[in-house]
Every structure is written in structure tokens, then in C-alpha cells.
């Protein structure tokens, strides 16, 4: 069974700090990791990674995947409170040909306080 | 960039009536759409994988005569929940993968805004 475990599950930090998230799986058949931002709603793209060791980058945030040891983290700099948010990480395998399956994991909720 | 439009994004129906919720890709085709679920302050639960012009593929769990899964065309899913009761109140989301998006084939999932199904 596909398993996907991100930590910490919740982080309470100040404007300006740097936070990592964590992700770690173990899927048959790897495609991508991908990486969501949920405030209210549905889930915001952040990254898809595929290769291990290249980093990611969009502004403050960035993310890189490590594909020996099934891990992946993101980074976020000098926060503000706008990150607040639940970050998911999903894991996508290759179920059958030209059908693909994600797993999600419990997401880490940040907390940036001013 | 692409958009899914999920429709309606809140229902409120009384227990043993049918819902139906949309998924659309409005801009690209998608041949496959994910539905998921999410109960409050905890993840999405992969539901079932819907291909276009084929039967849907269910999680282990999810019952497949109570949520009828269509997907009758390239920019169009259906997600019905058959004869609900108040433990299938919930946050269902669907997603669609831009084929043209992302790096080569892989292409990038977007979200729809997600439907809020309370039963009575």
C-alpha cells in the first residue's frame, strides 16, 4: 500500500523564520511528488518534482526531492502570515498504463504569526 | 493557466436523496479526473480515478454502487452520491490533469473549488 508521511503535522512560527516541511513516502511504480498549499478551499499547486537533487524555486518558497531516500522538503523563507496554510504533499504512481494514482499525506498545518 | 470548475460547490439534501456534482476542465481535455474526499482538519482521500469512455477505479473502501462515477466526455465527470445519509456529509474535490502542462508528459493537476455535501 502507497503511504505518504509528512511532518511536522503542525508548526507555529513568527514572520520572518524559515520553515522546512518534511515528506516521505513509499509508493510502487514513483511518477512525481507534488507539493499543494489548502487555505479555505481546494489545494493550490506549488512544485511537481521528478528528478532527484534539482531544486524547485517560485519566490520565498522552494522544494527538492530525493529519490534514494524517498524524501522530499519544502522550504519556506522569511515567512509571513499570508503562508498560513495546510501544505499537502501527494505522491502520483503509476497504477496501469496511462492511469496514474495519488496519495496524499495528512499535510502539515503552518501557523506564521506576526 | 487551467482552470476545473466543480459545480455546485455547496448541497444540502435530505438523507436518502441522490446529489449529483460536476467536474469540469474548461479549457484542456483531460482523460482522467481524480475525486477525493476531505473530512474537516485532515487530508484528501483519494475516492476514485474516473477515465474517460471507461469505468471509474475505486479505492479500496469506497463503494462503488454509492458513488456512481461518469465520465462521458473529455471536459466532463460526474460524481453521484446515491441515496445519501448524513455520514457522506463531506468535502469532495475533484482534480484534472493538463495534459500540456508541467514538465514533458507528466502535466499538472489542478483542483476544482471543491463541493460541501451536507445530508440531513
Known amino acids: 500500500e502507497d503511504k505518504v508521511v509528512q511532518s511536522p503535522l503542525s508548526l507555529v512560527v513568527h514572520e520572518g523564520d524559515t520553515v522546512t516541511l518534511n515528506c516521505s513516502y513509499e509508493?510502487?511504480?514513483?511518477?512525481?511528488l507534488l507539493w499543494y498549499k489548502q487555505e479555505k478551499k481546494a489545494p493550490t499547486f506549488l512544485f511537481m518534482l521528478?528528478?532527484?537533487?534539482i531544486e524547485k524555486k517560485s519566490g520565498r518558497l522552494s522544494s527538492i526531492l530525493d529519490k534514494k531516500e524517498l524524501f522530499s522538503i519544502l522550504n519556506i523563507t522569511a515567512t509571513q502570515t499570508g503562508d498560513s496554510a495546510v501544505y499537502l504533499c501527494?505522491?502520483?504512481?503509476?497504477?496501469?498504463?496511462?492511469?496514474?494514482?495519488?496519495?496524499f499525506g495528512k499535510g502539515t498545518k503552518l501557523s506564521v504569526i506576526p | 493557466g487551467a482552470v476545473v470548475s466543480q459545480h455546485p460547490s455547496r448541497v444540502i439534501c435530505k438523507s436518502g436523496t441522490s446529489v449529483k456534482i460536476e467536474c469540469r476542465s474548461l479549457?484542456?481535455?483531460?482523460?482522467?479526473m481524480f475525486w477525493y474526499r476531505q473530512f474537516p482538519k485532515q487530508s484528501l482521500m483519494l475516492m476514485a480515478t474516473?477515465?474517460?469512455?471507461?469505468?471509474?477505479?475505486?479505492e479500496q473502501g469506497v463503494e462503488k454502487d454509492k458513488f456512481l462515477i461518469n465520465h462521458a466526455s473529455l471536459t466532463l465527470s460526474t460524481l453521484t452520491v446515491t441515496s445519501a445519509h448524513p455520514e457522506d456529509s463531506s468535502f469532495y474535490i475533484c482534480?484534472?490533469?493538463?495534459?500540456?502542462?508541467?514538465?514533458?508528459?507528466?502535466?499538472?493537476?489542478?483542483f476544482g473549488e471543491g463541493s460541501r455535501l451536507t445530508v440531513l
Open positions: 509508493v510502487t511504480n514513483f511518477r512525481s
Open positions: 501527494a505522491v502520483e504512481a503509476t497504477y496501469r498504463a496511462g492511469s496514474y494514482q495519488l496519495t
Open positions: 474516473s477515465n474517460e469512455g471507461s469505468k471509474a477505479t475505486y
Open positions: 521528478t528528478s532527484s537533487g
Open positions: 479549457d484542456f481535455q483531460a482523460t482522467t
Open positions: 482534480s484534472a490533469r493538463d495534459p500540456g502542462g508541467g514538465q514533458g508528459n507528466t502535466g499538472e493537476l489542478f
